[in-house]
């Protein structure tokens, strides 16, 4: 099974960005718990800063035949418009991931633009967030 695993901007700074809402541990450590969880899994990680490269990433999953993509659009979660539209064009299923709980903190971050085109979302569990939605995707995607 192929999975993309894309993170959206600012989410290379893990570890040390505002450790208190987002944790210590960095972007690394949390590929490298996925591969040691799932070795069977055909991970692609992907992280940009850059809105276009993340869609480009969901057109890739469809286009190389990913089962699913597991996606924290980080703060394009609450802007983008295209980000929405390629989740919805690319028909392969999205887990939304949010390592904070974004429904506590600014009135910003309460609406996603993106959520009602996913499957679902997974908000404040922190790393264990992006766990939960491959077992999601290895379980059967809902079956
Ligand atoms: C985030 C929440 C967003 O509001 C924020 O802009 C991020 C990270 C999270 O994982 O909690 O960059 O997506």
């Known amino acids: 099974m192929k999975l993309f695993v894309l993170n959206g901007p600012n989410l290379n700074l893990l ?3 505002e450790p208190e809402t987002y944790g210590t541990a960095t972007l690394a ?5 996925l591969c040691a969880l799932f070795p069977d899994i055909d991970f692609r990680f992907v992280q940009s800063n850059h809105e276009g490269d993340l869609i480009d990433a969901l057109h890739e999953a469809a286009s190389e035949g990913a089962s699913g993509v597991v996606c924290n659009p980080g703060a394009f979660t609450h ?8 989740v919805a064009a690319v028909g392969v299923p999205v887990i939304e991931v949010h390592l904070s709980n974004v429904h506590a903190r600014e009135s910003f971050r309460h609406r996603s633009l993106t959520a009602a085109v996913t499957a679902g979302q997974i908000v404040g569990l922190g790393m264990k967030g992006y766990e939960l939605a491959v077992r999601y995707f290895l379980d059967g995607a809902g079956a």
């Open 15 to 17: 570890g040390t960005r």
């Open 29 to 33: 450590d949390m590929q490298d718990a």
């Open 79 to 86: 802007t983008s418009v295209a980000l929405r539209d390629a």
